[in-house]
């Protein structure tokens, strides 16, 4: 039931582009995508629903394809601050938030 | 605002002692959290609950209890601590639109239980 992200870890040079990948083997209702740096708490950055909706924010947005369950987190010029580990979260159907967490993806941006 | 809060930052136990973990939000969400994390485990919902005076399960709920007697407060009670407990546990808390199921967390509580 956990989703699959990969990869576990990247590590980018300031400016380069990643794209973190989220998977299920079941069908989702939505996807939520989470920022946590070292020894802090996770930061929300969206959530994405049923119906492939795409999201942005700055230059971090996302997608939700419906058909093959997987979502996919866009990181775009990226900078020191994009450090930390990335965690998606998801629902099989609407319910009250109550998310199963995939284990993460380690990114570590570089001067 | 303080958002969200916990008490204590830190905590040792021994084995079989117990405790409660106390969780505030003065956002007045109707939704609240707990997660357990661990090395390479990613974070695993415990209980949640939708309102005062409501509780329910989640994905690793044994060798817990809690309980939300007021709104903004959502306790976690660890009856008789074990090793396999030592975590780092963090409380969220949101609002119940869909719209807006952003989780606000807190800054977590570290138990080491020896």
């Known amino acids: 039931q956990q989703p699959v992200q990969s990869p576990q870890a990247v590590i980018l040079r300031e400016g380069e582009d990643a794209v973190i990948n989220c998977s299920s083997s079941?069908?989702?209702?939505?996807v939520h995508w989470y920022r946590q740096k070292h020894g802090e708490a996770p930061i929300f950055l969206m959530i994405?629903?049923?119906?492939?909706e795409q999201k942005g924010h700055d230059k971090i947005s996302a997608s939700f394809n419906e058909k093959k369950q997987q979502s996919s987190l866009y990181l775009t010029a990226s900078q020191l601050s994009y450090s930390g580990t990335y965690f998606c979260?998801?629902?099989?159907?609407?319910?009250?938030?109550?998310?199963?967490f995939g284990k993460g993806t380690k990114l570590s941006v570089k001067p | 605002n303080a958002g969200v809060t916990q008490t204590p930052k830190f905590r040792v136990l021994k084995t079989g002692q117990s405790m409660t973990l106390l969780c505030a939000q003065d956002?007045?969400?109707?939704?609240m959290y707990w997660y357990r994390q661990d090395p390479g485990m990613g974070l695993r919902l415990i209980h949640y609950?939708?309102?005062?005076?409501?509780?329910a399960k989640g994905e690793v709920p044994d060798g817990y209890n809690v309980s939300r007697l007021k709104k903004q407060n959502f306790l976690l009670g660890l009856e008789s601590a074990a090793p396999s407990q030592t975590s780092v546990y963090f409380c969220?808390?949101?609002?119940?639109?869909?719209?807006?199921?952003?989780?606000?967390f807190g800054p977590g509580t570290r138990l080491t239980v020896t």
């Open positions: 956002m007045n969400h109707e939704y």
């Open positions: 969220a808390s949101s609002y119940s639109d869909l719209a807006s199921y952003e989780q606000y």
């Open positions: 994405l629903l049923k119906g492939g």
């Open positions: 609950s939708v309102g005062e005076g409501t509780t």
């Open positions: 979260g998801t629902e099989k159907r609407r319910s009250q938030g109550n998310l199963i």
């Open positions: 079941k069908a989702l209702y939505s």
